[in-house]
């Protein structure tokens, strides 16, 4: 979540006006590089090369744009500095004198508007006066060019997104935007304060090979410092094409399978306010699919965006920019047993022995309850995951926190729980090639200790405030003791914590993204998948040039915990009293068996986030499915049947 916030702040007050517009732009006449007296060199952006699904398919593409421009000579030239011509193009195009004539004046000089009323460009460039025009627009200029000296129409290039009605994947492809001064600075000159840059996704990432190589005109200025004439020009090379993993139709459905399980969710009373889904390709991890809620429509960019626009795409942790499957780390509830269990072997456990799944366990001073206080009494470990009982995991991390030495343990070296959930990937980026993925939390002993340092004088006045402020007097005692608590002796890693992160609570944070990838290691036996999103790139000259997907990593499921976690998770799906059986009622399991764990986490002062991820075929695995929704409810009741809906089309594409 931070790593996400953390771009949106970077990118605030950046786009204004009308944003993502590939203009054929340059420096301002300031900032013209001279190349010797009465000369300047014009900067030439390149075509931006486009985003297309695994088969070619454009995600993000370029159109044409028309746009009227004015010569800043010609209207230099006239007597009344071309105020008869502007006034007159007003009238032909019904817009307000003032708007157009603000345009011709550089931003900065004496008494120009403030941008994007005025001309931010070059000096040295024809002025867009008008941008987007319509086509009877162009003609009722170009049919009496008499009455617009100076005036032209041209064709600039745009981004255009032929997949905004779904299947764009516009938080994974990102948007354009101006470049701050350090980005300017580090490029030695590819790129200038008028460009538009990749400013997050697929469009930053690889904004390089998108950019191209800028071309360059070299002109005569007069004394007025307008463009007189061109000496030379050396031509743009156009960017290259990204060929990407994501499969349109997969897409398609994901996104529509994700927003139907949202608006299904809502209608069943719970706020559903964020989710995410994603698909990752067990081949090679390359990232069939990925979705979140809420979304939007990136056309924007394109079509000029308001300032309401703006702030309503980029505030705050619901904002439709961000990247929920890899920017958004969260709890990631009981799906984390799949990491915990072979945690317990590692720790020691006997597979072949029953478990107790009671009501309750106890430890301390503190009771940790069953999801929904249910007991089940002595099962088996296939029994504990198919039915997702707590307390057989409560138990597991208090004896591992006791043998590793309890309050006197000095670090996390030797906690199997702790060394299995580092061992699968958690905790760090899986390093997919895309910006701000977030590293989620693996929390242990030192991580304790440095929250405590950074939050113990809160804790201390929140202690001494006593909560006045909740009516509840059981509650308000609770929290206030708990602030004590944290105030004198947070930094112990208490049984507590271990306790919850066996069940991926508490501290314990993943992204959708990570949890995907410690399914794909569990259903190929120990090979982690690599995620990633782009296969190749094609040069303007039609050149392919082929992506190494990243090298795989083996990963050790101790003892038998690999098989018996594949057994169980299609025990979840499958069996009587699997916690994700009814979501795939009537499913076609023989013919695309499917296997998965649910989760619910409990959020404080918020509605219980859902999850499920999920594997197919699992006599074969060839997909990852993963979902996430916040204030869902239940992994079973709302993340399940997203997810079955996401295999349905899987299902259909293999067959």
Known sequence: MLASLAVLTLLAGVLLGRLGQLQLTDHPAGDATLAGPGTATVHLPALRGRILDRDGRPLVDNAARTDITIDRRTLADAEDGGRATVRRLAEAL???????????????????????????????VPVPIAEDVSARDAAAVTERPELYPGVAVTSQPVRAYPRAAGGGAPQTTGYLARPDAETVEASDGAITADDLVGATGLERQYDAQLRGTPGERVVRVDARGVAVEELSRTDPVPGADLVTTLDLPVQKSTERALADGVRQARDRGHRADTAAAVVL???????????????????VWSEGVSQGEYERLTTGDRSPLIDRVTGVAQPPASTFKAVTLPGAVAAGADLDDEVNCTASHRIGDRTFNNFESRAYGWITWREAIKVSCDTVFYRVAEDVWRDQGGLSARDDDGDALIDTARDLGLGETTRIDLPAESAGRIPGRAWKREWWESTKDASCAEARRGHPEISDRSRRDYLTALAQENCDSGYQFRPGDEANLSIGQGDVTATLLQMAQVYGTIATDGTEPS????????????????????????VDLPGESGELLRTALADVVSRPGGTARSAFSGFPLRQWPVAGKTGTAEVYGKEDTAWFVSYAPTTRPRYVVAVVVSQGGT???????????????????EE
């Open 94 to 124: 019904d817009l307000p004198f003032d708007r157009l004539w603000g345009r011709t004046t550089l931003c900065g000089a004496p008494g120009a508007a403030d941008p994007p009323s005025c001309w931010s460009g070059s000096a040295l």
């Open 281 to 299: 390709d067990l081949r090679d991890g390359g990232v069939v699919a990925s979705a979140s809620v809420p979304t939007y429509d990136p056309s």
């Open 531 to 554: 995620p990633h999103l782009v296969r190749a790139t094609i040069a303007s000259d039609g050149t392919r040039t082929g992506v190494d997907a990243p090298a795989t990593r083996e």
């Open 635 to 653: 992994g079973g009741a709302t993340a399940a049947p997203i997810a079955r809906e996401i295999h349905e089309e899987l299902a259909g594409v």
